[in-house]
């Protein structure tokens, strides 16, 4: 027998009131971790994604779709360019590095993407089995996209004209996968890569296109100088291409989120205070009912502050649990929404480990919660015990 | 072994002062304090047990001076010492009865000795209900219940308020006998406060309380 023991009970004997206890408390809390979880991933899978990508060259447009179409292939891209316009601007001297995608086809939604190996090379990303492409229609595929059509070094499939639907399918040419990445968390994770040729060729050319002609989607760019970003729009204003800075249009999308996730983070915090007035109201009503009992314990030898310690033990207990709960929830939540968004946004979201923040969440709960409890708690300090005797029915 | 001496209680500044004639109960015997409603019986009960100070004289249980002890250490010697019955049986509810048992030790600090509170609730006639929410059980049962409670950690003295004013005369015996029995059972000195006349003529030393000359609300 002890305290601890004591206030279990009590809250074992009132199960309604300490569920909406409970309840209140774990939705708060659940929600404000949600919104912190889904923010960090947010924020993680556009930084991961983005790597030091600074300027994406692409077809006008909007910038905020050239960097979503390109970068994290979650968009249409704005149109194609001409390969000769793109080359004079991978060889300007402040850009260090140019990666060429072209690409306009898919496999059951996920993009066939013809680049060079310098792509995968930009994200880390390496090979669990087989080989990278050499040769045109050989493909290495993202690690979601094997898991997901079960696909195996040495298959075979058709490729889909278009971004996501499989009605127009280009049954004459047969892309063999060669090899398949092991998982990066980027948005590899969820490309079929193979050279540009393949995607030339898919699409009627067999070689007869003079090289100024040849088109691609866009390219990713690494500066060598800062000052690339002033010069390249100059470079290229007579084109019909744009460049974009991922990181400036990344920053204006999570604004616009921001104003969403705000309002949210408040029903959050307003249901938590609701939480710990149910909380206060608990313990108050335990202290009410449990006038007599207390009083008794009193007799039997139990000090005041031992009274308190109970109580306070039953505000702490209810906020632990709410918390835990909570946090409980706020997983839950999140493999849901994974499962709703991955298809959509082709990201995976995992790690769920409990960030610092959410720590500090819950620290925070079991001390309101605690204080929540201490404040009616004062009165069995104060409490005459054989007025509370006397007066008893 | 419980005395008393020059005991006076006023609840505040203004309100009449109480006064007590002495008491003396040794070790081991029975002692009956009568009085009508309205005497300060129930103040005196809380006086004896130390849950009220009086303003002057002293309480003595065995030996020691309840008016030096403060605090906490006034609320361990309360428990350790003093097992109480009430009128009405009162208990945590949200424990069981042999929960509620090991609460004396418990709360002045002792380890529990649950197989002497499963005895004493059998002898009782209440050892099934071990197991059971106090609320579960007869109003007879919760009497016997709490008698047990009030013995199992073997206190010095044991203090009844009222125990029968609310019983028929065969049930009035029946819990006079209970309480005598376990009282000298555990080696504790029985003192019963009421006003129940019929059990004047029970007890040898007995003390009968004045009626205040004032009215009373």
């Known amino acids: 027998m002890n305290w601890l023991y ?16 409970l309840i209140l408390l774990a939705f708060g809390v659940g929600m404000v971790s949600l919104l912190m979880l889904s923010e960090k991933q947010l924020r993680d899978t556009f930084e991961r994604n983005i790597q030091d990508i600074d300027l994406v060259l692409g077809a006008k447009g909007s910038p905020l779709q050239l960097i979503l179409a390109n970068v994290y292939h979650v968009d249409a891209p704005t149109g194609n360019i001409r390969l000769a316009d793109a080359e004079k601007v991978i060889r300007h001297p402040y850009i260090a590095e140019g990666i060429p995608l072209a ?21 880390d990303a390496t090979l669990q089995s087989g080989e990278w492409w050499k040769l045109p ?82 390219v990713l760019l690494k500066k060598r100088n800062p000052l690339a970003v002033l010069t390249i729009p100059n470079v290229i204003r007579e084109t019909n291409m744009q460049v974009a800075l991922p990181s400036i249009e990344i920053n204006r999308l999570t604004q616009n989120f921001g104003i969403g996730m705000n309002t949210l983070r408040m029903i959050a915090g307003l249901i938590m205070l609701l939480s710990f007035a149910s909380i206060f109201i608990s313990v108050y009503d335990s202290l009410l009912a449990r006038r007599y009992e207390l009083a008794l314990m009193r007799t039997m030898g139990a000090s005041p502050r031992g009274l308190y310690v109970s109580l306070l033990l039953e505000g702490g207990l209810l906020s632990l649990g709410g918390a835990i709960l909570g946090l409980l929830l706020s997983r839950g939540g999140m493999v849901l929404l994974a499962q709703l968004v991955a298809d959509k946004f082709r990201y995976d979201w995992e790690s769920l480990g409990l960030l610092t923040a959410e720590g500090a969440l819950v620290g925070l709960a079991i001390f309101v919660g605690l204080v929540a409890a201490a404040i009616p708690g004062i009165s069995a300090l104060r409490m005459d015990i054989s007025r509370t005797l006397s007066d008893s029915p | 072994m419980i005395e008393t001496s020059h005991l006076s209680f006023r609840y505040s500044a203004d309100s009449p002062e109480l006064t007590f004639p002495d008491l003396s109960c040794p070790n081991g015997e ?188």
């Not at chain 2, 000795?113 to 099934?128: I, M, P, R």
């Not at chain 2, 047990?148 to 029968?164: F, I, K, M, N, S």
């Open chain 2, 30 to 217: 029975q002692m009956l304090l009568l009085g009508d409603s309205g005497c300060g019986k129930t103040t005196l009960l809380h006086l004896l047990c130390g849950i009220l100070r009086p303003n002057q004289g002293k309480v003595r249980i065995n030996g020691q001076d309840l008016g030096v002890l403060t605090g906490k250490n006034l609320d361990r010697f309360r428990g350790k010492h003093v097992g109480l019955v009430f009128q009405r049986s009162h208990f945590v509810q949200s424990l069981s009865v042999l929960e509620n048992l090991a609460l004396p030790y418990f709360l002045t600090g002792q380890a529990a000795d649950l197989d002497h509170a499963q005895s004493l609730l059998d002898a009782l006639g209440v050892g099934h209900k071990a197991k059971s929410r106090p609320q579960d059980l007869s109003v007879g049962e919760q009497q016997r219940a709490s008698i047990a409670r009030a013995l199992v950690h073997r206190p010095a003295v044991l203090l009844a308020d009222e125990p029968t004013s609310a019983l028929d005369d065969r049930s009035t015996q029946a819990v006079l006998n209970l309480l005598e029995e376990q009282a000298a059972q555990a080696g504790a000195t029985l003192v019963i406060v009421t006003h129940d006349q019929r059990l004047k003529d029970r007890y040898d030393r007995k003390v009968e309380l004045k009626s205040l000359a004032i009215p009373t609300s």
């Open chain 1, 6 to 21: 004591i206030a279990w009970k009590n809250l074992g004997a009132k199960k309604l009131q300490t569920a909406l206890s």
């Open chain 1, 103 to 123: 690409y306009g086809d898919n496999y059951r939604g996920f993009r066939i993407v013809g680049s060079t190996l310098a792509y995968p090379q930009h994200y």
């Open chain 1, 137 to 218: 229609f050989e493909v290495v595929v993202g690690s979601k996209v094997a898991a997901t059509d079960g696909l195996q070094v040495g298959d075979t499939f058709f490729s889909a004209h278009g971004l996501q639907d499989e009605t127009d399918v280009h049954t004459d040419k047969t892309f063999v996968v060669v090899g398949i990445m092991e998982e990066s968390h980027s948005v590899m994770d969820q490309l079929i890569l193979c050279n540009i040729e393949t995607i030339w060729q898919v699409h009627g050319d067999e070689g007869d296109v003079l090289d100024a002609d040849r088109e691609i989607t866009a």
